[in-house]
């Protein structure tokens, strides 16, 4: 059976959303595309150039005129810039605490959804990010919206970090949710359980059981 259907993802920060992206896309044979990387490479650009997020205008001719290029990778997937792989420099603390400013700029929106759009264009996607079911991808067959206790979330993205850069369990929770309020109360697009997407509580869940959930509701989906 070689229907394929387009899968959003959408959830807060450290929902598991790419983690579980990524495994259902290499189930399924799909394309995994994380939106969040695509705002994380343009924020680090901006960073260092020092473009302010105030600058709008700047940011948005900046985010026009550079080649942004994501690819399969080892270890998930590879963001380039210019052709450089920035993949291990958008994960930093600095980028963490700018991008969701980056985000609220309408220009660099519409110009990221037009090239996330062009990636899902002949179906068989999983995407993730905040505004795949509502805005990006509206028509996607399958929606999912993932969640978890902010306190599992921030205790997640802890042990997946070690201390490698010194932060506490306390200080990673403060981050993680002052970047959901950002990401919640923005005005273009924020982050929104689609009407028809499928909450995915994940607190109590280990990853095969997430992926496995979702690849069964593709497959139902699809029939195969
Ligand atoms: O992996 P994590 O959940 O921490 O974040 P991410 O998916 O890499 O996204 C980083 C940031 O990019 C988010 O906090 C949002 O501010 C922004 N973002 C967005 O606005 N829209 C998307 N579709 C994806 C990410
Ligand atoms: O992309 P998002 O920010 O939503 O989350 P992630 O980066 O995919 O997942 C954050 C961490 O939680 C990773 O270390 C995953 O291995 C882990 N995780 C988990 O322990 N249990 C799950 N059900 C999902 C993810």
């Known amino acids: 059976n070689n229907l394929k259907i387009n899968i959003a993802i959408d959830g807060p920060a450290g929902a598991g959303k790419s983690t579980i992206a990524r495994l259902v896309a290499k189930e399924l044979s799909y394309i995994y595309v994380d939106t969040g990387s695509m705002y994380r490479a343009v924020t680090w650009y901006m960073l260092k150039y020092g473009i ?3 600058s709008s205008d700047e940011v948005l001719r900046h985010a026009r005129n550079m080649v942004l290029e994501l690819m399969p990778g080892a270890d998930g997937q590879k963001v380039l810039v210019n052709g450089q792989d920035v993949s291990p420099l958008i994960r930093s603390r600095e980028v963490n605490g700018m991008v969701s400013q980056y985000a609220q700029n309408e220009g660099l929106r519409e110009h990221l959804v037009a090239l996330q759009r062009e990636m899902a264009a002949r179906k068989g996607v999983v995407m993730d990010g905040r505004d795949i079911g509502t805005t990006v991808l509206p028509d996607a067959e399958l929606k999912i919206f993932m969640t978890a206790t902010v306190k599992e979330r921030a205790l997640r993205r802890f042990k997946e970090m070690g201390d490698a850069q010194g932060l506490t369990l306390e200080q990673l929770e403060k981050d993680i949710s002052e970047r959901d309020r950002l990401d919640e109360g923005r005005e273009i697009s924020p982050l ?10 994940t607190t109590n869940m ?3 059981q997430v992926v496995e959930t979702i690849v069964s509701f593709c497959r139902t989906h699809t029939n195969s």
């Open 52 to 54: 302010k997020p105030e």
């Open 192 to 201: 929104r359980c689609a009407e028809d997407a499928i909450v995915l509580d």
């Open 206 to 208: 280990d990853i095969p």
